[in-house]
């Protein structure tokens, strides 16, 4: 028993080191999961619904696992993270779902990203922006791409630039 206890706490203290937006994002969709089930729960007991106390039970349980694994896989590194500065915003008062934005990194070379309108980015400001590793090219066009990667984009944080408090 002692052995599974520090085998957790040595997980946790694991997991409260990696960056705020990935724990941000691991604990608000582990809420909303556990949110549904019981609230999905309690709404099918009170209307008699044993259909939609199972699909509020299952689709609870699906949120918590993919959760789980989500942690699970930013404990393992298993995450890109795009580092540098907005130099362009393209696209942001277009129709449609997503933005391009060019990044300029550290080391000289100019990334174009695509990010969904409610991410907020500053030209001249520096990011660092969070991305699933396993991405795989879809299409072979890179905007398309982009845009088929569901779910692939973590998060961002805006970093302090020299001298700022």
């Given at each position: ?50 259909g939609f106390v199972a ?111």
């Open positions: 028993m002692e052995q599974t206890y520090l085998l957790l706490e040595e997980k946790m203290e694991c997991f409260w080191s990696l960056p705020a937006v990935l724990i941000d994002r691991v604990l608000k969709f582990s809420a909303l999961s556990f949110c549904l089930l019981i609230a999905g729960i309690f709404t099918g007991l009170q209307t008699g619904s044993a699909w509020s039970a299952g689709l609870g349980l699906f949120g918590m696992l993919k959760a789980c694994r989500m942690g699970t896989r930013f404990l393992k590194h298993q995450y890109e993270m795009v580092e540098g500065v907005v130099i362009r915003v393209q696209g942001r008062h277009r129709p449609g779902r997503f933005y391009k934005v060019t990044i300029k990194e550290m080391g000289g070379g100019e990334i174009n990203l695509l990010l969904e309108k409610g991410c907020r980015v500053l030209p001249g400001e520096k990011y660092r922006f969070y991305f699933n590793s396993s991405k795989t090219a879809l299409t072979g066009m890179d905007d398309l791409d982009g845009i088929l990667q569901v779910d692939s984009f973590y998060g961002l944080e805006r970093l302090k630039k020299e001298g700022e408090a």
